[in-house]
């Protein structure tokens, strides 16, 4: 550990002045640095310094003195964990200032119950014999292995969630359970949620800096690399949060922007996501490079790291531009399909809803079609279209399209514009509401606030409360009622026929109202008989 001459240096020091004194000692043995503290404890922020590099642990153990002989504290636990020391010991000085008992600490591996460290049983200091090389050395290979397993057995990234809003606890806990659907849709593992709601948002961190500390070790203690916050994060924060704990952060944007990536399909649609991601990534660029430039030098004052971001930055733009135009193009061409069908006079349904509420479903079984159905946000982002038969040779098209969330990221927002425009043209929007989520009043909301966002409210809407196989009928019913909505489960095609009978009647009406030469027609899915 240290040895005995070093030791009561360290205690006779530490008795004299009434301090605490600590050694910072490197792997071959040698002292990097000696700290002196208050008579409670040391300040450990000189280690921020010191790098992992590849290494698990951090390179260099603490051996500091505890004045009444005390055993480490949770302050000294926590500063093993969360600056992943080699070990910690404490060694405590007797009435005398003589090398008392040893007390000593150290971080396990990755397991599944969550320890983060191990602290040893105290012994008396000259009684304690270790050979700190060979046990850090075998400590290290020990992590190193269980990391590996741990990445080889599951392959997924592990993510630890985190809200720090002034919102009230019970709606940060909704929030995040949506955001860890989010985040399995994205094929990760959430192994932990953390809630704060402090008094004043910390600007930095968003998190209170003890707050903080406990984030570092139960992602220590749960194996988690990755960092997701439920409130929007500016780049600053990204990366003093990133510092601060040597873990990759995100937030809900960047999720949500990642999954669309996974899940476009189309062309349209990977353009529309291309286009989001640039638009967060832009200002990112810019801020990374102003801390650049700071650093300076090169010839003129101007960093090559900066010469390279403008150029960056310009590239950037200049995509940009180039899908935007290619956009232009496709909403033209949608315009010519939307003129002919305008012509033709087809009715247009279209399903909106919050995501993972059951539109695909639905058009599936109204239409008997094959579009995919997943139990996963997002699942659909490309507007499919799909004729529904009437009698007296009327159709009705029905689309359904992507779904939507609350606090919709901008960047997203603005890049499906040309999608969600598509729904300027509906005759009647059919909002689909799971009725078996907890908090679909809230999806209710969010889905008429973005509604109203895209300037929609004049056009007829119909309220439909989907997967209601899960409530009890009498619910059901009160739902309804309450809401003026149908009920329904698109998964049972025989609950769909109140539903059809009220899409008939309105439009119907309309049809009426537009083009009073045209029969009002009954509108039929082509897999549910309606008599
Ligand atoms: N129990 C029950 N489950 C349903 C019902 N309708 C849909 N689901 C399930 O809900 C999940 C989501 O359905 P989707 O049709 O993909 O939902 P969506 O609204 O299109 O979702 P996104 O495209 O991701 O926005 C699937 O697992 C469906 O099987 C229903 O009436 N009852
Ligand atoms: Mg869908």
Excluded: W
Excluded at 31 to 39: F, K, N, P, R, S
Excluded at 129 to 152: N, Y
Excluded at 346 to 354: E, F, K, N, Q, R
Excluded at 388 to 406: C, E, K, Q, W
């Amino acid at each position: 550990m240290i040895s005995p001459e070093a030791a009561r240096a360290c205690t006779e020091l530490s008795h004299e002045i009434r301090r605490q004194v600590g050694l910072l000692i490197n792997r071959r043995g040698a002292i990097e640095q000696v700290l002196v503290g208050t008579g409670r404890e040391l300040d450990l922020t000189v280690l921020s310094g010191f790098r992992h590099g590849r290494r698990f642990l951090r390179g260099v153990r603490l051996v500091h003195t505890h004045l009444s002989n005390e055993p480490l504290t949770q302050d000294d636990l926590t500063d093993l964990a969360l600056l992943r020391l080699d070990l910690i010991a404490a060694i405590g000085v007797d009435p005398q200032g003589a090398p008392a008992d040893l007390y000593l600490a150290h971080i396990v591996p990755p397991n599944p119950d969550g320890h983060a460290y191990d602290v040893l049983e105290p012994r008396p200091f000259h009684a304690f014999h270790l050979d700190c090389g060979q046990f850090i050395d075998a400590l290290e290979s020990e992590v190193a292995r269980e990391i590996v397993r741990h990445s080889v057995a599951d392959r997924k990234d592990t993510a630890l969630l985190i809200s720090a809003s002034k919102r009230s606890r019970l709606e940060q806990e909704e929030r995040l359970e949506e955001l860890a659907e989010l985040a399995k849709s994205d094929d990760l593992e959430v192994c932990e949620t953390v809630v704060q709601r402090p008094q004043e948002i910390h600007p930095k961190y968003l998190l209170g800096s003890g707050k903080l500390k406990e984030v570092v070790i139960k992602a220590l203690q749960r194996g988690a690399d990755l960092l997701i916050f439920d409130q929007d994060l500016t780049p600053a924060q990204v990366r003093a949060i990133g510092e601060a704990t040597e873990l990759r952060v995100i937030d809900r944007t960047q999720l949500i922007l990642d999954i669309f990536a996974r899940r476009a399909h189309s062309r349209e649609g990977k353009i529309q996501v291309e286009l989001a991601q640039l638009r967060y990534l832009l200002p990112r660029l810019s801020e990374r490079s102003t801390a650049l430039s700071r650093l300076g030098g090169g010839i003129g004052g101007r960093g090559p790291g900066e010469t390279k971001l403008e150029t960056d930055r310009r590239r950037v733009r200049q995509r940009i531009s180039h899908l935007e135009r290619e956009l232009q193009a496709a909403a033209r061409r949608r315009d010519q399909r939307r003129a002919l069908r305008v012509r033709e006079k087809i009715p247009i349904i279209s399903i909106v809803g919050y995501t993972n509420a059951g539109k695909s479903t639905l058009l599936n079984a109204l239409t008997d079609s094959r579009v995919p159905a997943e139990d996963r946000p997002f699942e659909t982002l490309d507007t499919s279209s799909r004729r529904l038969r009437f009698p007296r040779n009327r159709d009705a098209i029905i689309t359904d399209t992507v779904g939507f969330i609350r606090d919709l990221p901008k960047d997203l927002m603005g890049a499906f514009r040309t999608t969600l425009e598509e729904l300027r043209d509906a005759d009647l929007l059919l909002h689909l509401v799971d009725a078996s989520a907890k908090t679909f009043e809230r999806q209710i909301e969010a889905v008429d606030a973005i509604l109203a966002e895209l300037e929609l409210e004049g056009i007829p809407r119909v309220l439909v409360f989907n997967k209601c196989d899960r409530l009890p009928p009498e619910e059901t019913e009160g739902l309804c009622h309450r809401y003026g909505a149908v009920g329904v489960s698109a998964l049972r095609p025989e609950t769909l026929a109140p539903l059809i009978d009220v899409l008939d009647r309105v439009l119907a009406a309309r049809a009426e109202k537009g083009d009073s030469t045209e029969a009002p027609g009954r509108l039929i899915g082509s897999r549910v008989g309606v008599s």
